[in-house]
């Protein structure tokens, strides 16, 4: 995509705001079309949901899901599981909007559809990313689309404006074990009066640096809350495989979704060149200097 359509997505104002604050709220972002094509796809989903057997991977259940009263909490990498949401995350609206921001070069790394079921949808403790899939820099960033109308009794995502460039907490318990949340002691060392409560009707998107503290409420009316959420960073950015979730990403993760890999990379700020992606298959150093003079 062009400087151009970029240029037209965002604003400077919430280019820069983006910046500043570690967020951004885009109210109706996404066009009818596409929320028709998504919660058509979210549907079918909730239907095979009924009958998954506990260990389905596709789905993360609530404990009392039935097939009579499904109870889906989580719907894991979309973009692995159908082809529409692997055309909106991998080359559609989230991909051009990530590229507003990240750059002409971005990498994808994962998604899921929180559903948050109503009466009673889990919460989400107040927690940051990067910690759980940690990068080579700070560019990675979430953005996120309600499929339906959300309101403050439905749970929507809350962020802590410019947490994003304070501390990067343990999310750890007192005795050091990962609890996936900043612990209490923590949590007073941030300003939680002032999170924003990110809601709006289906089609408001969300976008969250990977080291906003962000968390929300649990569902209490009687309406769910998905949230279709994807992850990407600059290509120039790269997964630590191996630490957190890096290794575990579904089979879309880790392409290059716009522009091109970079072709030299910076290490503790040395510059070196990049060797070509021999992820397909690598044979041997003789087959690769073979007539190369
Ligand atoms: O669904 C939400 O409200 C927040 C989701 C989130 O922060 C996460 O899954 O990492």
């Known amino acids: ?28 972002w996404i066009d009818e079309a596409w929320m028709q094509r998504l919660n058509t796809t979210l549907d079918e989903y909730i239907e095979i949901s009924r009958t ?12 009392s899901h039935t097939p009579e009263n499904p109870r889906l909490r989580r719907i894991n990498q979309p973009t692995d599981l159908d082809p529409t949401f692997a055309e909106f995350a991998l080359d559609g609206p989230a991909t051009d ?35 759980f899939w940690p ?17 403050d009794e439905m749970g929507p995502m809350g962020i802590v404006p410019q947490s994003h460039k304070g501390q990067l907490y343990d999310l750890a318990d007192e005795n050091g074990s990962w609890t996936g949340s900043l612990s209490k002691t923590d949590l007073e060392t941030v300003d939680l ?7 709006g009707p289906a089609g408001s998107v969300t976008v969250h640096n990977c080291c906003a503290v962000h ?8 309406r769910m809350r998905p949230l279709l959420l ?17 290794g575990a990403t579904g089979r879309s993760g880790h392409q290059i979704v716009r522009g091109g890999a970079p072709t030299h990379i910076e290490i503790g700020g040395r510059r070196m060149p ?11 150093i003789f087959e690769v200097q073979k007539n190369k003079e």
């Open 97 to 131: 909007l990530a590229q507003a921001i990240l750059g002409p070069d971005i990498r994808y790394h994962h998604s899921k559809l929180n559903i948050k079921w109503h009466s009673g949808g889990d919460e989400v403790k107040w927690h940051q990313d990067i910690q």
């Open 135 to 151: 990068h080579t820099d700070f560019s990675p960033l979430t953005i996120g689309v309600y499929l339906r109308d959300v309101d």
């Open 274 to 284: 990049a060797a070509p992606d021999w992820s397909r298959g690598y044979t041997s």
């Open 215 to 222: 968390g929300s409420e649990p569902n209490l009316s009687d």
């Open 1 to 28: 995509m062009g400087t151009e359509l970029e240029s037209r997505l965002l604003s400077d104002e919430q280019l820069q705001r983006y910046q500043a604050d570690g967020y951004l709220a885009l109210e109706s």
């Open 52 to 63: 998954a057997a506990p260990d389905d991977r596709r789905f993360d259940t609530e404990p």
């Open 230 to 246: 994807q992850t990407y960073s600059r290509a120039d950015s790269y997964p630590l495989i191996g630490v957190g979730a890096n």
């Open 193 to 199: 009066d002032s999170a924003d409560y990110l809601k």
